[in-house]
């Protein structure tokens, strides 16, 4: 069964509303003063922007294709899941793994360049970057269910899609414009390999046998919440400067 249900724009619905409101916010943003820009220079201030504007359009994505509706009605977990042994145990070995890979490898391999910490705006931050990242995410899977191919197909096409679409996300914006410097060089390729391709796979396997959409967006969300802690997003008011995309 399709994951993405059935949906109707401009109802009075909850995700309408939401969508509208991250238009607003992301109308402001982009029409706000202007800051700025220095090729190759990461500035504080800039990467706030240009992450609140990269979370109005994922938003909007996620409703425009249904995935925002779907989230707001399905449950975390469906009834009697909890008494499936298999559900159980696949859903705890993928929390261990998310659990090691983004609490343990992934600080190993990042800086924080001495940047103070800001517990309470980095996790809002956090929050933020999870639930709206999570869902573009879910876009692929969406735009992969028209295909027409079966849940495992779906999930094997959506893997393809989003590794296209990581590598482009990363290189030249994410990693550039929003994220502090905080990669170690020798760590990059541990990272994708050890981190985020088993998050990736288990994941999508989960999606396609058992379809908890909500809960593998908060599953997500821990996980760029820890990102974010670890390398200590700056605040926007920080007076803080460096390389963009600096390795070490």
């Known amino acids: 069964m399709p994951l993405v249900q059935p949906y109707a724009l401009f109802t009075n619905q909850v995700a309408d509303w939401i969508a509208g409101a991250a238009l607003l916010v992301g109308l402001t943003l982009l029409l706000g003063t202007p800051l700025k820009w220095q090729p190759r220079q990461y500035e504080p201030r800039l990467a706030w922007r240009c992450a609140g504007l990269y ?74 970057w999870g639930l709206c990242h999570g869902q573009v995410f879910l876009c692929f899977w969406a735009l992969a269910e028209r ?25 030249f914006f994410w990693d550039v414009q929003v994220s502090p410097p905080h990669n170690y060089a020798a760590w990059n390729l541990k990272k994708v390999l050890y981190c985020h391709t088993p998050n990736l796979l288990l994941g999508l396997v989960w999606l396609a046998i058992w379809g908890n959409f909500s809960l593998w967006l908060l599953l997500q969300t821990g996980c760029l919440l820890a990102s974010a802690h670890h390398m200590r997003f700056p605040a926007w008011y920080d007076d803080y400067t460096a390389i963009a995309g600096e390795t070490r």
């Open 147 to 171: 295909s027409g191919l079966g849940s495992l197909g779906v999930a094997a096409l959506t893997y393809l899609l989003l590794s296209g679409y990581n590598f482009v996300y990363h290189q």
């Open 55 to 128: 979370f109005c359009a994922g938003l909007m994505l996620s409703w425009g294709l249904g995935v925002l509706h779907s989230l707001l009605a399905a449950p975390l977990v469906r009834a009697g899941q909890w008494r499936e042994p298999y559900w159980l145990a696949y859903t705890l070995a993928y929390v261990l793994v998310l659990w090691f890979a983004y609490m343990v490898l992934w600080p190993r391999g990042s800086f924080t360049d001495g940047r103070r910490k800001h517990p309470w705006l980095t996790t809002a931050y956090g929050l933020a």
